[in-house]
């Protein structure tokens, strides 16, 4: 298990860049699955990108614009969101995969959440 605290979130219009940081503290850091995130009102938790032993997966929604890293410790995890668009307003959460060294399932259930941070993206 694993404490996550997210931050970087803001108001933006349309266009502009944001990045978001999740710092992770605790047992079983490294090697764990990380990811990012999105809930609007009314929707599910959806992923957006996550990352494990430096491969990468996006959504559709976020290829081209957002890239995931993390530091060399697996300590920090990073989004880099450019091109906003009102669409990927919500509040953006980090998770860490349950199940130990691989990612799991893309659901609430199966990952440790930090408490979000609001992204909000105007026209």
């Known amino acids: 298990e694993v404490q996550l605290v997210e931050s970087g979130g803001g108001s933006v219009q349309a266009g502009g860049s944001l990045r978001l940081t999740c710092v992770a503290s605790?047992?079983?850091?490294?090697?764990?699955?990380m990811g990012w995130f999105r809930q609007a009102p009314g929707k599910e938790r959806e992923l957006v990108a996550r990352?494990?032993?430096?491969?990468?997966f996006y959504a559709d929604s976020a290829k081209g614009r957002f890239t995931i890293s993390q530091d060399a410790a697996e300590t920090t995890v990073y989004l880099q969101m450019n091109s906003l668009k009102p669409e990927d307003t919500g509040k953006y959460y980090c998770?860490?995969?349950?199940?130990?060294?691989?990612?799991?399932?893309?659901?609430?259930?199966?990952?440790?959440w930090g408490h979000g941070t609001q992204v909000t993206v105007s026209s």
């Open positions: 998770g860490q995969s349950r199940i130990g060294r691989a990612c799991a399932p893309s659901k609430v259930e199966n990952y440790y």
């Open positions: 605790g047992d079983g850091i490294s090697g764990d699955c």
């Open positions: 990352i494990w032993f430096g491969g990468t």
